[in-house]
């Protein structure tokens, strides 16, 4: 299994440019999630997917938006990227779909670097 | 609401050293408790969580943490570090919505292994 994996592994764009990061998990699992991971702020949860066909916002959803194309992918969208967007993007996924058992551990891609210039 | 909050932004210990890496946690309900490491470059890995089965746990790579619940703290510790251990730290902490399992992460620790 190759577990979560993430395209592309680096992107630079300009400002006010467009573009998708992809997801996709072989796990089976049923709930997906993207964070951000800047310098002295841990992960903060962009958005998240409890299950195939919802999405919901997280901590710092603006700018962003998701698209759960079915259960094993799930896609990111800068539609006007910003300076303020340069950041690691990670995709994580976790069994257990929304309203399960808490310590359901969530497994994490190897992260997108995204540089706004 | 949920918050983490992971003491010291950098720990630096020698090899052969404890290594200690605090966590601690702000929660209205029971919370369930991770850590989680980075290797540089790569994506995060998860060491050890919490399941209020015991409170002592023990992870992957020799790590072990204890739960204290009249300390809010979630400490993680090893007794001998390797210089294999450098890497950042993040404690994290969820609380069931209706909507999933959503985690909340501390700001990282980063550990140094000098010889």
């Known amino acids: 299994n190759a577990g979560v994996t993430q395209t592309p592994k680096f992107q630079v764009l300009k400002t006010g440019q467009s573009m998708t990061l992809q997801c996709a998990q072989d796990?089976?699992?049923?709930?997906m999630y993207w964070y951000r991971q800047d310098p002295g702020m841990g992960l903060r949860l962009i958005y998240y997917?409890?299950?195939?066909?919802?999405?919901d916002k997280g901590e710092v959803p603006n700018g962003y938006n998701v698209s759960r194309l079915n259960k094993r992918e799930f896609s990111l969208r800068l539609e006007s990227a910003a300076p303020s967007q340069t950041s690691v993007y990670f995709c994580?996924?976790?069994?257990?779909?929304?309203?399960?058992?808490?310590?359901?551990?969530?497994?994490f891609g190897p992260g997108t670097r995204l540089t706004v210039l | 609401a949920q918050s983490v909050t992971q003491l010291g932004s950098h720990v630096s210990v020698s090899e052969g050293a404890l290594v200690l890496l605090r966590c601690n946690y702000s929660?209205?309900?029971?919370?369930?408790l991770f850590w989680y490491v980075q290797y540089p470059n790569q994506g995060l890995q998860l060491l050890l969580k919490?399941?209020?089965?015991?409170?002592l746990v023990n992870g992957i790579n020799g790590f072990e943490a204890e739960f204290k619940k009249s300390e809010t703290s979630f400490h993680l510790t090893k007794p001998s570090a390797h210089m294999s251990d450098a890497a950042e730290y993040f404690c994290?902490?969820?609380?069931?919505?209706?909507?999933?399992?959503?985690?909340?992460f501390g700001t990282g620790t980063q550990l140094k292994v000098e010889l």
């Open positions: 994290a902490g969820s609380i069931l919505t209706g909507g999933g399992n959503k985690l909340t």
């Open positions: 929660s209205s309900v029971p919370p369930y």
């Open positions: 796990m089976n699992h049923n709930s």
């Open positions: 994580a996924s976790s069994e257990i779909a929304g309203g399960g058992e808490g310590t359901d551990t969530q497994y």
């Open positions: 997917s409890a299950s195939e066909g919802t999405t």
């Open positions: 919490y399941t209020s089965a015991a409170t």
